[in-house]
């Protein structure tokens, strides 16, 4: 069993930041990419970034330049630094980890998904 938990979601001004951060625990032996989605209503869920356990980056066009994705590879965590936030970044936002758990040590890689938690930009 494993188990991501976010944290740091909540309502925030245009131009304001926000940082959340996603805890993964449980039977892990390793986890590959970690990421960042978010979802609105009515909407498919959006990549917003993703970092590679080398700490290789990805970010979607539309928040380039304003979050910044990190994780420790020891801890098991990832964060997503939110600056200069917009109305258009109002989402629920989802943490993701490819792993693979210590019951599949050689086995392959599946999706995690946290419960998410939700960002609302307002003035």
């Known amino acids: 069993q494993v188990q991501l938990v976010e944290s740091g979601g909540g309502l925030v001004q245009p131009g304001g930041s926000l940082r959340l951060s996603c805890a993964a625990s449980?039977?892990?032996?390793?986890?590959?990419?970690m990421g960042w989605y978010r979802q609105t209503p009515g909407k498919e869920r959006e990549l917003v970034a993703t970092i590679t356990r080398d700490l290789v980056t990805y970010y979607a066009d539309s928040v380039k330049g304003r979050f910044t994705i990190s994780r420790d590879n020891a801890k098991n965590t990832v964060s997503l630094q939110m600056n200069s936030l917009n109305p258009g970044d109002t989402a629920v936002y989802y943490c993701?980890?490819?792993?693979?758990?210590?019951?599949?040590?050689?086995?392959?890689?599946?999706?995690?998904w946290g419960q998410g938690t939700q960002v609302t930009v307002s003035s």
């Open positions: 449980g039977s892990i032996f390793s986890i590959n990419v």
């Open positions: 993701n980890a490819n792993v693979r758990p210590k019951t599949s040590m050689t086995g392959p890689f599946r999706d995690y």
